[in-house]
């Protein structure tokens, strides 16, 4: 039975990363960006693969909805939610048209994407969606001084963790696997085309996350961080958020009485 991949955001950095390896291993694709002409190079390079190339703009209605029609269609062994856009500024910075396009880009493209794909995939008892998120998510309790405020960024990802983590149970024994790949920062066009100059930042390569994204799914991990070695720091945030879920009560708690 042959292996067919869906990748967004397939043109450059994780995302193209993510194809390469993918047609390495045997699958065929279909392959989704902006830049038609980066999306036929691609084809051109890999002619031992069957390479749909497909050109959307996840920001807009149309550009989904071009793309949840193919993953309701194919019967796509593995989907990768990879689009994205920074767009790094306070909220009272952020333009709302940048805004929109953020959250429609990480939040709503994953969301129907994987909506479209996941019912196909229930059915046919086989397939996998991984979710590229970052370690940001996880960067909400930190101070002004420590990180700068990127709240409608931080809050895409953390979106994606949750939605993963949530949908993951959903599919338990379905044979349909659920992964949110969480990388710190990578070796990519994202952030020079954000005027930011990362050259002086470590960074992980593209090839060595999608390495780590993909055994992560062999290993059955949900959330998946390449760049965090003591996996137990994962484990003691999730125990955390469970214990706090579990002690809620109805309640008002003693804190918020009038002494």
């Given at each position: 039975m042959s292996n067919l991949a869906l990748v967004t955001g397939a043109t450059s950095g994780i995302g193209k990363a993510f194809a390469e390896r993918l047609a390495a291993d045997g699958y065929d694709l279909v392959i989704v960006g902006r830049r038609q002409e980066r999306l036929e190079e691609f084809v051109d390079a890999h002619p031992e693969v069957e390479v749909q190339p497909v050109v959307a703009d996840l920001s807009t209605d149309a550009g989904i909805d071009t793309v949840a029609s193919?993953?309701?269609?194919?019967?796509?062994?593995?989907?990768?939610?990879?689009?994205?856009?920074?767009?790094?500024?306070?909220?009272?910075?952020?333009?709302?048209?940048?805004?929109?396009e953020l959250v429609n880009v990480k939040v709503l493209a994953p969301t129907l994407l994987s909506r479209a794909a996941v019912a196909g995939m229930r059915d046919r008892g086989r397939g996998a969606i991984i979710n590229v998120a970052g370690m940001i998510a996880f960067s909400g309790p930190a101070p002004h001084s420590q990180m700068p405020r990127r709240a409608v960024y931080a809050g895409t990802l953390a979106h994606l963790v949750a939605m993963s983590q949530t949908l993951s149970a959903e599919l338990e024994g379905t044979g349909v696997q659920v992964e949110v790949v969480c990388p710190?920062?990578?070796?990519?066009?994202?952030?020079?085309?954000?005027?930011l100059d990362m050259s002086v930042v470590p960074r992980?390569?593209?090839?060595?996350?999608?390495?780590?994204?993909?055994?992560?799914?062999?290993?059955?991990?949900?959330?998946?961080?390449?760049?965090?070695?003591?996996?137990?720091?994962?484990?003691?945030?999730?125990q955390a958020d469970l214990a706090a879920f579990g002690g809620q009560s109805p309640e008002l708690a003693t804190r918020y009485r009038a002494g």
């Open positions: 193919i993953c309701a269609a194919e019967p796509l062994t593995l989907l990768v939610n990879n689009a994205g856009v920074s767009h790094y500024m306070p909220l009272a910075d952020l333009p709302a048209d940048k805004a929109r710190g920062v990578v070796a990519t066009e994202f952030h020079e085309r954000q005027g992980m390569s593209a090839e060595d996350l999608v390495t780590g994204a993909l055994r992560g799914l062999e290993l059955g991990e949900v959330v998946c961080a390449p760049g965090v070695e003591d996996a137990g720091l994962l484990d003691t945030v999730f």
